[in-house]
Nanobody
C-alpha cells in the first residue's frame, strides 16, 4: 500500500500561483511514477501532469503546458505541482496518484493504471 496526502490547495485570483504537494508513505517512492489529475464539478476526471521514475521525464496536458511544472523529491517522498498563471478553468479537486513505473510505461497520462490515489486538495481560481 501507498498512502498519498495532498496539500497546498486554496483560493487564488486568476493569474496567481499555487504549489501543491503530495506526500507518499508506505512503499519505495522511487519505484513509482506519479501523476496529478483533477476533477471539476460535473466533469470527468482529467490528466494534468505526471513524472516518471526513469530520468524524471515529465508529461503535461495541453491545457497546462507552460504554466504548470511537476517535480519530485525522492529523498522527501514528495511530488509537487507548481501552478502559475492560474485560470478560472483550473478550478477543480486535484488528486495525486502513484503507479509502479512498469505499469504506466505507455499509459502514464491515463488514470486507469494508477494503483493508489490521494483524497484530493481543492483549488479554486476566482476571476
Amino acid at each position: 500500500q501507498v498512502q498519498l496526502v495532498e496539500s497546498g490547495g486554496g483560493l487564488v485570483q486568476a493569474g496567481g500561483s499555487l504549489r501543491l504537494s503530495c506526500a507518499a508513505s508506505g512503499r519505495t517512492f522511487s519505484d513509482y511514477s506519479m501523476g496529478w489529475f483533477r476533477q471539476a464539478p460535473g466533469k470527468e476526471r482529467e490528466f494534468v501532469a505526471a513524472i516518471s521514475v526513469i530520468g524524471g521525464r515529465t508529461y503535461y496536458a495541453d491545457s497546462v503546458k507552460g504554466r504548470f511544472t511537476v517535480a519530485r523529491d525522492n529523498a522527501k517522498n514528495t511530488v509537487y505541482l507548481q501552478m502559475n498563471s492560474l485560470k478560472p478553468e483550473d478550478t477543480a479537486l486535484y488528486y495525486c496518484a502513484a503507479a509502479l513505473y512498469y505499469k504506466v510505461r505507455a499509459t502514464i497520462m491515463e488514470g486507469r493504471d494508477y494503483d493508489f490515489w490521494g483524497r484530493g486538495t481543492q483549488v479554486t481560481v476566482s476571476s
